[in-house]
């Protein structure tokens, strides 16, 4: 994964992926992680009615439990929280950890390859330090945004973007956008777009900037 990561040659397979279901995946996983530490109780705030997104599930589901592993791996005590929620042109995803957190100075050093924050080279949890980078580059593909907020003795927050495709939403599930005038009026079917998972403020502001949804 790496050696496509500096290559540039990692591809994705892009499909509509169920955030839900994939969540189910990631969290079998991350639960057998938890396991080897019990003062870690793992939480789960997941947003209701979440629309699909484009995306490819094997390298989505890696990103987000190469994130875990690592707040996992960093926590003894406390929290790790997978947060998932809507924004108005994003999903929005979070780990949250209580773990040992990132003093300032080595916060620029998070996303480097081949660094870490551990100074004993002996600390069992010291790895290749490409973990991090892999799901920089991973969240690139998808054209999202990857960052995090920490503090030295009290945890981190990793986050990332995976932008919402009205295209991709108009042609596989939807319908298609039309330019205006068209004799349909969103007000009318705030229930179907719900049902779709669009958020009718959403649905609104494209028929502010005169464009439309159809809804099949």
């Given at each position: 994964d790496y050696a496509e990561t500096v290559t540039g040659r990692m591809e994705l397979n892009l499909e509509e992926v169920d955030i839900y279901a994939a969540l189910d995946g990631v969290m079998t996983i991350a639960d057998q992680l938890v396991e080897s530490k019990p003062g870690v109780t793992l939480e789960e705030e997941i947003a209701?009615?979440?629309?699909?997104i484009e995306a490819?599930?094997?390298?989505?589901?890696?990103?987000?439990?190469?994130?875990?592993h690592n707040a996992v791996?960093?926590?003894d005590k406390g929290y790790i929280t997978i947060r998932?929620?809507?924004?108005?042109?994003?999903?929005?995803?979070?780990?949250?950890d209580t773990g040992i957190g990132i003093a300032e100075a080595d916060q620029e050093l998070v996303f480097q390859p081949f660094e870490t924050i551990l100074e004993d080279k002996n600390d069992p949890?010291?790895?290749?330090?490409?973990?991090?980078?892999?799901?920089?580059h991973i969240i690139d593909l998808h054209d999202g945004e990857t960052w995090?907020?920490?503090?030295a003795g009290i945890g981190s927050s990793f986050f990332f973007t995976i932008p919402l495709n009205w295209s991709f939403w108009s042609g596989a599930k939807i319908g298609i956008i039309y330019p205006m005038p068209f004799e349909y009026d969103p007000h009318k079917s705030e229930a179907?777009?719900?049902?779709h998972g669009i958020d009718f403020d959403d649905?609104?502001?494209?028929?502010?900037?005169?464009?439309?949804?159809e809804i099949p």
């Amino acid at each position: 994964d790496y050696a496509e990561t500096v290559t540039g040659r990692m591809e994705l397979n892009l499909e509509e992926v169920d955030i839900y279901a994939a969540l189910d995946g990631v969290m079998t996983i991350a639960d057998q992680l938890v396991e080897s530490k019990p003062g870690v109780t793992l939480e789960e705030e997941i947003a209701e009615n979440l629309p699909t997104i484009e995306a490819d599930p094997t390298r989505f589901s890696q990103a987000l439990l190469n994130l875990i592993h690592n707040a996992v791996k960093f926590t003894d005590k406390g929290y790790i929280t997978i947060r998932i929620s809507r924004e108005p042109n994003n999903i929005l995803f979070e780990v949250r950890d209580t773990g040992i957190g990132i003093a300032e100075a080595d916060q620029e050093l998070v996303f480097q390859p081949f660094e870490t924050i551990l100074e004993d080279k002996n600390d069992p949890r010291l790895g290749f330090g490409i973990g991090l980078k892999i799901v920089e580059h991973i969240i690139d593909l998808h054209d999202g945004e990857t960052w995090f907020e920490s503090k030295a003795g009290i945890g981190s927050s990793f986050f990332f973007t995976i932008p919402l495709n009205w295209s991709f939403w108009s042609g596989a599930k939807i319908g298609i956008i039309y330019p205006m005038p068209f004799e349909y009026d969103p007000h009318k079917s705030e229930a179907n777009l719900a049902k779709h998972g669009i958020d009718f403020d959403d649905a609104q502001a494209l028929w502010d900037d005169e464009l439309y949804l159809e809804i099949p």
